[in-house]
């Protein structure tokens, strides 16, 4: 059974701190990894997805990083802002999608 | 516009009631997919359609029900055999396969 976990479960860094978020998972059979991003209350919405073939993916200020063989991904967010603070989960695709429980990021103004 | 609708934002529900939630896409994907979120766990898989008329099991089915009747939506109905039913509850939609999934706003269920 695939076990995707997310440590730490909460960081706080002050406004203009890269963050730097991450997952590992422990089966390495897998066909992608997503990022998303979840605020209070609301949905997910994803942020960036790795396939198993690539060692990473960039969009803006976000970079995400895939060692498939160690089974660990990176989300690194660079110069935060506090639009930033939000509730980061990464998911590990096979024969379904596998989430973890998340790192809630507060940024500081 | 296009996306996913899930309603009610907000559901309280009796002790031995059942209540259905309800999700609605309108881009056009034939799979869809509910899962249960719980403070401190990560997104469980509940019930799951690849295509019109057929459904699967998740790893927590005890207690739901679904139907998908039309491709549009996929209603998920919490049953009184769900011992502890209250959780945020979302749903999803893709083309299938790996495809990324696209998730709806979320219903909050809370049992009285």
């Known amino acids: 059974k695939q076990e995707v976990t997310q440590i730490p479960a909460a960081l706080s860094v002050p406004e203009g701190e890269n963050l730097v978020l991450n997952c590992s998972f422990t089966d390495s059979a897998i066909y992608n990894l997503q990022w998303f991003r979840q605020d209070p209350g609301k949905g997910l919405t994803s942020l960036l997805l790795i396939q198993s073939s690539q060692r990473e993916q960039t969009s803006g200020r976000l970079n995400a990083s895939l060692d498939k063989s160690s089974g660990r991904s990176t989300l690194y967010i660079a110069a935060s802002q506090p639009g930033d603070s939000a509730t980061y989960l990464c998911?590990?695709?096979?024969?379904?999608?596998?989430f973890g429980a998340g790192t809630t990021v507060t940024v500081r103004a | 516009d296009g996306g996913i609708t899930q309603s009610p934002k907000y559901l309280f529900r009796k002790e031995g009631q059942n209540v259905t939630l309800s999700c609605e896409q309108n881009l056009n994907h034939d799979a869809m997919y509910w899962y249960r979120q719980d403070p401190g766990q990560g997104l469980r898989l509940i019930y799951y359609s690849q295509i019109v008329n057929d459904f699967q099991k998740g790893d927590i089915a005890e207690g739901y029900s679904v139907s998908r009747e039309k491709k549009e939506s996929f209603p998920l109905t919490v049953t009184s055999a769900q011992k502890n039913p209250t959780a945020f509850y979302l749903c999803?939609?893709?083309?299938?396969?790996?495809?990324?999934?696209?998730f709806g706003p979320g219903t909050r269920l809370t049992v009285l």
């Open positions: 998911a590990v695709k096979a024969d379904k999608l596998s």
């Open positions: 999803a939609s893709n083309y299938g396969g790996t495809d990324t999934q696209y």
